[in-house]
């Protein structure tokens, strides 16, 4: 899959770029700007409205999907055309030279096939997850020519999320299997020529190691601006399209319109496969290689390019990036640490060259970035085959690595100090702080919830593995009560208790979801007043004037930043909906209904609750029902051998 990604991205770059030389960025950073500038500008534009095109054919595909799901189960045909579009995504956000990679796509397109073979295969979790595992230790290993990685990489970020790294053996000899194969294929497709040329590693003397260290932490660093970066612009297209109007599908012309402009500067900022890596790498020894001024600039120029094409909606990865970025913070540590060292002891020759800097700072950005240190270790590793690189390697990316999560777990900290004088959304109803869970960020797009237990219970895991195979439509409840915005909160809870409801949705005039107010709302309301409903007139009145559309929960805060109201789809499995509950100590979650036209794409119109109690009393009826299955199976299989027996 990668092979074949990485030839629709040289087609498709040979015909946009057509009678560049291979060397790309260095040679359009030679040429007058009066005779490339349209190039430059048009070319990463045209991208993004064909991605822009093709993200509005996938919404439509998408709502025919979830309507054919709804009316019954079978085989999903639309299923396989998904990876197969986002493929002509990735190929054409990168063949027009957006700032991204193809390792991310690749991946994601391994996974989305072993998802499909799931599905014909039998409903097996652990055969599931061996698939995908091995999806995405292809993508790896194709992508790079590392078998070894590409393992690793499927541990990391497959099986270890799961909480599967106990899996059967057949696991682990698929993700070996398709490792090795994935590779043997891309070195017969796309020749056995490595990813990109790497210079002889050379350690000067054990005193060099501070250096690498502290290249560490710097690479840590710039991994938090990065991601911090790519949320941003997230944010920000996510708010041109709601406060301008503008669709979605515009996005990603933008994001290439803006990558253009930066490359009118910076052309080194636009893909050209590890061409440019391998001109950072070659820093001091070419005379087309930039210079350690310019690389702290392109260093620079690329992370604002990369976090603008990401949040804009094209499609692509941020490993080849997150290299790009390494390698030149790598070269310009290196040579400002050689020249710093001459300077204060001249003729000294302690410092290694700025590429063996280069080599250090691509693996350690690699593992800060997407979190992966082991990938990034083996992978670098494989490619350079010199023990000497281990120890240095090791001490940069496990420095690399502490860097963003002692700064997240800091902001995390200080959220979780200030959750209960903010208001949320949550219940009067308690629940057992046995397990807890944390946001954290995946590739900067977007958010994952990450649901952290002790991983030492095997009923909790079962129970999870039973909850993968039901949906919210099996638990939820038809029987809630809806309220308009305008309703005061005297009559609302009036309807709370009439109706025997913990809670109540808030509906538009429109009957679109609003908010949710519970009792926790209102008690913090006549809280903030300073009395009690039953001994202060003033809090009486407030209740007879106040609207329930003033104090219910309209949306959650994470770090400081208000986002949407948690909600759920019929489809979505209880799994994942108890992650969503137990995260922010919630007992209930709105269900809503897929799909709706663009400018309405904030409401959501609802089609039940589901309750928290009701999810753990689904689980125990399938468990129940499993075991008298499993029971009636034992019992069958004794009469057949007492029969044969006879």
């Known amino acids: 899959m990668e092979s074949l990604l990485v030839s629709y991205v040289h087609v498709i770059h040979e015909w946009a770029w057509a009678g560049t030389p291979n060397e ?16 430059i500008l048009l070319v990463p534009v045209t991208g993004g409205v064909i991605v822009g095109m093709m993200h509005g054919l996938l919404e439509i595909l998408d709502q025919i999907k979830h309507s054919i799901s709804s009316e019954g189960e079978g085989f999903d045909l639309l299923a396989g055309v998904f990876p197969t579009l986002k493929a002509i995504q990735a190929a054409v956000t990168l063949g027009t030279g957006c700032s991204l990679g193809p390792e991310g796509p690749s991946v994601d397109i391994g996974k989305s096939c072993a998802n499909g073979c799931s599905v014909m295969m039998e409903n097996n979790r652990e055969r599931k997850i061996a698939l995908v595992a091995a999806g995405a230790a292809a993508g790896i290993a194709s992508g790079f020519n590392a078998a070894v990685a590409g393992c690793f990489f499927a541990i990391e970020t497959v099986l270890r999320p799961l909480r599967a790294e106990n899996s059967p053996p057949f696991t682990t000899a698929m993700i070996i299997l398709a490792s090795v194969v994935s590779s043997t294929v891309s070195n017969v497709v796309l020749g056995e020529k490595q990813a990109f040329t790497v210079p002889k590693y050379d350690l000067k003397s054990a005193a060099e190691l501070p250096l690498y260290l502290i290249l560490g932490m710097l690479c840590g660093v710039v991994s938090v601006v990065f991601t911090r970066l790519v949320t941003w612009f997230d944010k920000a297209f996510e708010f041109i ?39 950072i790498l070659k820093t001091g020894k ?11 600039q392109l260093a620079a120029a690329k992370v604002v390019a990369t976090a603008l094409c990401k949040g804009s909606g094209l499609v692509g990865g941020l490993y080849a990036p997150s290299l790009m970025i390494g390698a030149a913070v790598g070269a310009v540590f290196g040579g400002v640490a050689a020249e710093l060292v001459n300077s204060a002891i001249p003729g000294s020759a302690a410092v290694a060259q700025p590429q063996a800097y280069a080599l250090v700072g691509m693996a350690a950005t690699l593992a800060s970035v997407c979190s992966v240190p082991l990938t990034s270790v083996l992978l670098l590793f494989e490619l350079t085959k010199d023990y000497m690189i281990l120890l240095p390697l090791m001490g940069a990316v496990g420095l690399a690595i502490w860097v963003p999560s002692v700064t997240f777990q800091s ?4 959220a979780s100090d200030t959750r209960n004088s903010t208001r949320g959304y949550s219940t009067v109803l308690p629940i057992d702080d046995q397990n807890k869970a944390s946001w954290r960020p995946t590739d900067g797009h977007e958010l994952e919830l990450s649901f952290v237990g002790n991983g030492e219970n095997p009923e ?8 993968d195979d039901l949906k919210v439509s099996q638990a939820m409840s038809k029987s809630y009560v809806k309220v308009p915005v305008t309703l005061t909160l005297k009559d609302a809870i009036k309807s709370m208790y009439d109706n025997q409801q913990y809670c109540v949705l808030v509906v538009d005039t429109e009957d679109f979801l609003e908010g949710i107010l519970t009792y ?47 909600t759920c789809y019929p489809d979505t499995d209880l799994a994942t909906a108890k992650k969503l509950m137990e995260a922010k100590g919630i007992k209930q979650l709105p269900v809503v209904k ?21 999810l753990w009393s689904r689980l125990r009826e399938e468990i129940n029902h499993r075991k008298l299955v499993y029971q009636q199976r034992e019992e069958g299989k004794l009469e057949e051998m007492t029969a044969n027996g006879h």
């Open 460 to 467: 909790a895991i079962d129970d999870d593995i039973i909850l």
């Open 594 to 614: 897929r799909g709706g036209d663009f400018q309405r794409k904030r409401k959501r119109r609802i089609v039940a609750i589901l309750y928290y109690d009701s």
């Open 24 to 39: 790309g960025a260095a040679w359009l950073r030679l040429q007058r700007l009066a005779d490339t500038w349209h190039r």
């Open 286 to 296: 070419s005379a087309s290689a930039p210079g350690i001024w310019l690389l702290a």
């Open 241 to 279: 399209k709601i406060k301008f109007g503008v669709p979605a599908v515009v996005c990603p012309a933008l994001g290439g319109l803006g990558a253009g402009i930066i490359a009118l500067k910076y052309p080194g900022i636009l893909y050209w496969g590890f061409t440019n890596v391998n001109e």
């Open 411 to 414: 902001r995390e900290t200080e």
């Open 520 to 566: 926790g709302d209102i008690k913090r309301f006549l809280s903030a007043k300073g009395g009690n409903a039953s001994e202060n007139d003033s809090s009486l009145q407030e209740l007879n004037t106040c609207l329930v559309s003033s104090i219910c929960t309209r949306g959650i805060s994470y770090r400081g930043q208000e986002c949407g109201l948690l």
